[in-house]
């Protein structure tokens, strides 16, 4: 497939394309990250060049995105995950510190373009973008699909699970591995999810009626329910990547 590499916000994109695109990328409660809501609008503003779309014809197919921050190389340095890396970005940014390592924070592929190559391409494409060539390392944190069905398996022991071609058992992860990357350390703490209980309940399209913790639909990790502060909490784990 043909297809050129635009800035997301390069045209206005129609509502049923924009529908097509997202159409059960991430679950509900995937924008219930309070912190993130903090940052989110200076992320799209001040790093609108590192938001692509992958467009054919006139339809965009792909699209991924991503921040500049500063690692140093080491593990021990990573950002605790997708939050942390977002926080990070935005905090640099306001100290006028100079980044080093572009992080890939998200991919979607239009559903209906599936199994046709277009993720890998996504993700070689987010990578050597001109905004992220002069960085020194390029790192994803990765939400790895196949990980909500096994949600009680701990992040760490899911990133060994490999096929007996020694590749990756997630789908996303593999994708990663097979375009370069190098899996670095998990993040069980990636991100923290809040909510009252009709907003979990909403979120999930299930009965909350307890106290406890819950396997939620597209969960990679048990919500916990608190009913008498009337509060959910969701902590979505991730695996670190390296592609650069």
């Not at 059960?24 to 609008?41: E, L």
């Not at 977002?86 to 209906?112: K, M, Y």
């Not at 993700?123 to 050597?128: A, K, P, Q, S, T």
């Amino acid at each position: 497939m043909s297809y050129s590499v635009e800035r997301f916000d390069a045209r206005t994109w129609s509502v049923a394309q924009l529908d097509a695109l997202f159409d059960g990328a991430f679950p509900a409660f995937i924008t219930a990250d309070a912190v993130v809501r903090t940052y989110v609008w200076r992320v799209r503003e001040w790093f609108a060049d590192l938001n692509i779309v992958l467009v054919s014809g006139d339809q965009p197919v792909a699209t991924g995105w991503g921040v500049p921050i500063r690692w140093n190389g080491e593990v021990s340095d990573l950002p605790a995950g997708y939050t942390d890396a977002i926080r990070r970005a935005v905090e640099l940014r306001e100290s006028a510190g100079q980044a080093d390592t572009f992080v890939v924070c998200g991919g979607i592929v239009d559903p209906a373009m599936g199994r046709r190559g277009i993720a890998g391409e996504l993700i070689g494409v987010l990578r050597d973008l001109p905004a992220a060539a002069d960085l020194a390392r390029v790192i994803a944190p990765v939400r790895p699909t196949l990980k909500a069905t096994y949600p009680l398996t701990p992040i760490e022991t899911f990133s060994t699970w490999r096929r007996d071609d020694g590749l990756p058992l997630d789908p996303w992860l593999r994708t990663h591995v097979r375009t370069g990357g190098r899996v670095l350390a998990s993040a069980p703490h990636s991100q923290t999810m809040t909510g009252t209980v009709e907003e979990w309940e909403r979120w999930t399209s299930l009965t909350l009626p307890s106290t406890g913790h819950y396997v939620i639909p597209h969960g990679l990790s048990p919500l916990y329910i608190d009913r008498e502060a009337n509060l959910g909490t969701y902590t979505e784990p991730n695996i670190w990547v390296q592609h650069r």
